[in-house]
């Protein structure tokens, strides 16, 4: 967020580093690694995002900061596909993200639990923090590069959010946000193709591999 509203001389928004603000998606056009993901037809600004997610294992209403990585059965890639035209549009009547995300998600290639990663996460007292590589491809070319210990909000911070007067139930996927650099937007390149391949890997999790289709 920070990268792309400098892109544009914005400066960052101070509610931003207040609450861990998120939106909800559409839960039906899921992909798998391997999937062709349809190109919208009515986008020219077609994005992708790179995240890790967190799958929900146990149910919880308001969970407790200190208790919120007790929820996490898992962690996957993500990718949140964006169209970018559709969604600067919609975020100018101060709705949304809509159209601009819910055509696809991708997810993948696997699930690893949490014991998977205990030498890679170091525990603080706003929840558990991992140091993952992330990595970005587009046609086999690297154009962007990360680590998941960026991120500002922790997921037991997140978790702890969503469920503030609100009920958590197994299978609830939550995504992380974007890695620093971890989109289009961000770096100043040219918009996605179809026919391009997207390859997003991170340490331990894998690579989610898409090709975007045709229209």
Request: proline fraction near 6%; include cysteine; aromatic fraction near 8%.
């Amino acid at each position: 967020m920070k990268n792309a509203r400098a892109r544009r001389g914005l400066e960052m928004i101070p509610e931003w580093y207040e609450i861990p603000v998120f939106y909800f998606s559409n839960p039906n056009p899921i992909y798998s690694d391997g999937d062709v993901v349809p190109y919208p037809w009515a986008t020219e600004e077609l994005d992708f995002e790179l995240e890790v997610a967190v799958v929900i294992g146990k149910e919880g209403r308001d969970i407790p900061v200190h208790l919120a990585d007790e929820h996490i059965a898992g962690f996957t890639i993500m990718n949140d596909w964006s169209a970018r035209d559709l969604q600067r549009e919609e975020m100018k009547v101060g709705l949304g993200p809509a159209k601009g995300k819910d055509f696809a998600t991708s997810l993948g290639p696997a699930l690893t639990t949490p014991d998977e990663l205990a030498d890679r996460a170091e525990r603080t007292a706003n929840g558990t923090r991992y140091d993952l590589g992330m990595i970005a491809r587009i046609d086999g070319g690297e154009i962007s590069r990360g680590t998941l210990k960026d991120l500002y909000w922790t997921f037991a911070q997140m978790i702890s959010h969503a469920s503030r007067d609100c009920t958590l139930y197994p299978d609830e996927v939550i995504g992380s946000g974007t890695v620093g650099t971890g989109c289009l937007l961000e770096l100043g390149l040219p918009w996605l193709e179809p026919g391009q391949t997207v390859e997003l890997e991170v340490e331990r999790l894998g690579v989610l591999r898409n090709t975007i289709g045709r229209y």
